[in-house]
Every structure is written in C-alpha cells, then in structure tokens.
C-alpha cells in the first residue's frame, strides 16, 4: 500500500495522472467513498460520501484540505458533499484565485475556509458530474456499529429509578445508490427491570431508501422494524433554502404495534397512522434550531410540537415541548460524542462505536399522558439525533475556522 501511495505520489508530480483523478487519489486515501471526479472548462469537479469521519465539519475540512494537495493546477475546485444514504447535502466552491494563494501560501485553511463559497443547492456541480465513473464504492460494504442504550424511568413507588443498559451493535450495510440495509440486535447488560429490557431482542431492522428529487428535494422511504415497537413503513420529504436557514418537510408512517419477548412474537392487525408537517429555522448568531411542528402521533392524537436544540461544535442539548389532547408534557435531549474520530475499514468492514450518544428524557412519565398512549412516536434510524450528518453551511464554516489548526496537522 505505502509502495502505491508513492507511486502515485510521483505520478502526480511527474504529471501523468489527470487533475482530476489526483484530487480522487487524494479524497481516497483519506478514506472517502464512492467517488466521481471529472474535469470541467474551469477546474475540477468531484462528489463523495463520508462514512469515515465521526463529525461532518471534519469530513468537510479534512476533504477540501486533501484536494487542494491534489489540486496542482490553480483552477476552481468544486466540491458535493452526500451524506451516507448518497444524498447531496453540501456544495464547495473554491475559485481559481483562492486555490492559488493557498498553492503560494498567500493563505492558509483559515483563509479557505473563510473565503469559500457553500450552499445547500448541489444541481449545478452534480450536472458536471453526469456520466462519471463511481469509484471506491461502500455498496456491500458493512459497518459493524455498537450503540449504547440506556433506558431511566423515575415513576415507581418503590424504587428511584427504574433502569437498564444495553449494547446494540448493529449491522449498516449500504446497498446501492440512496440504499441502506440495518440490523441490530440488543443485548442487556445492567438493570433492575424485568421482562423485555431484560432479554435479547431484535433492535432497529430496517430497509431505508433515499431519492434527490432536484432543487433541494429529497425524499427518503423506510421500511421494518422501528424504535418504540412500531413495525411498518414511513416516508419523510423535506426541502431546504440554498443558504440552508429554513427547512420544510413532511412525515408520514403507516405501522402495526410489534413486540418480541419471551420467545413469542405479538403484533396488533390495525395499522395506525402518524403524520405531521415541521418547519425549522437556523439562528447562526447561537448556532441554535427552532423547530415547530404540527403532529398526529401514533395512536391518533393530534397536537403540536416545539423545540430548540443548541450546536456546542459536535455536541447539541435541546429542549422540546409538546400539547396533545389537552395534556402537555416535555423534556430534553442531547447527543454527544463517543471517542474515535475516523474509522477506517478493515478487510472490506468498518468495526466502531456509534458516533454519538444519545439521549432523550420526557417529564411526564405517567398518569393518563401515558395510559392513554398520548404522543407516542419513534425513530426509523439508529443514529436518529441532530449531531449525525448535520451539513448546515454556516454551522460547517463556523466549526471549521474555529478548528482549523488542529485541521492543519
């Protein structure tokens, strides 16, 4: 491996390789996948994926960092950036003149950072791309991910908390392009709880495929075996604003109530529906989301939804509250960073901690909210938080000038 890398090296120095396949070469050995690279009138065009990277700014500035070390010419460099589902999340646009300061060292990452051009809007630099070869591809190619589960319920009489922790490691295999087959299966390890909580249990079995429907739609439809034992199908469509400030999407789920434990498998006949549309704005000034949304939650209730979730760099702590049938309830909610920030794979499988640890905890927690089943909802991913995969742009340029110096390294 280390002879090819200089053989590549010196290639590129020599001038064999096209530009374009020297920022491939480059994006690849950084550990980006399914890559496509081709060569415009003004520079350089490329889109990848990043599953390596535990932090979307780092994937970011790790990637533009990488491809201007590829770039030997001092032409634009344009860059879309998908996330694992394949779907276009962030555009890159670096003009000649910035390449070439940074090539003369008239600028550092701080500089590029600073100076270039993001947006939401891909249409454009994916336009360039049409036609061109995908290399290094994750189809097929599994991660083996472990995510910690921690249940807390401070209801009973005669205990402080009831409680439970578990393992859940979980196969995340992408499959073709927008596709994603998961498999998790979870393990208990500490608790005082019986029943369920204290047995091996299927976790999130899904199929999840994502569609890029232009202009900064996109449309995702999941099927299986969901969180908060809700078995069925659900599809999300949202759209966002180029500058990525205002979002706007719809939910909907079709599910059956799905219970393993004891070795005997219990499902309801009635599918219920759940729905809802959401509208969210970012406030760059404290990197800070306000959502609201209008809900009909999975047993019929109908209510409304608001929340704020603060980005602290990789870390959010948010705040929600909710009324359903006359009843109100709320809470709060992190996700923070588990240890290791790159994983790279190993004999074509990628072996790591989930990426985050996330947590959500509701006020009411009994009394007739929770008999009568009132704003009951779930998650069709895993990894369901605002930390994963967030590609706002002013969020990316803030995080990557303010970490730019360890980028540098």
Known sequence: MKIQRMTTMCMALMGILPLSAQVETKLAELGMENIRTTRSETGVAVAFEDRAFRSSYEGVGRAI???????????????????????????????????????????????????????????????????????????????????????????????????????????????????????????????????????????????RQGFYLKKNWTLTVTAGQFTNHRLGGAADVKWRTPDGRWEVGAKAGLTVYSLFVDREWTLTRKPKLDAKIYGRVYVPRWNTELTGEAVRFVYGDYGVKGSAVRHFGESTVGLYALYTNGYVNGGFNFALPLPGRKYNRWKGMRLKPADYFTYEYGVVAGGKYIDQNLGVSYATTNWDNRSHGFYQPEYIRYFLMKDCKRLED
């Open 65 to 207: 960092k990488a491809a201007l070390e590829g770039m030997t010419a001092d032409e634009e460099l344009r860059m879309a950036v998908l996330d694992a589902n394949g779907l276009p999340q962030l555009d890159i646009c670096l003009e000649p003149a910035l390449v070439e300061a940074y090539h003369r060292g008239e600028a550092d990452l701080h500089d590029v950072f600073g100076q270039m051009q993001l947006s939401c809007t891909t249409d454009a630099t994916l336009a360039l791309l049409e036609g061109a070869e995908t290399t290094h591809k994750s189809a097929w190619r599994p991660d083996l991910v472990v995510y910690p589960h921690l249940f807390l319920e401070n209801t009973s009489l005669y205990k402080l908390y009831k409680y439970s922790i578990a393992l859940a490691p979980a196969i995340e295999m992408p499959l073709w392009k927008g596709a994603e087959l998961t498999a998790q299966v979870i393990f208990p390890i500490v608790g005082n709880q019986k029943g369920e909580l204290k047995q091996i249990r299927p976790g999130v079995v899904s199929l």
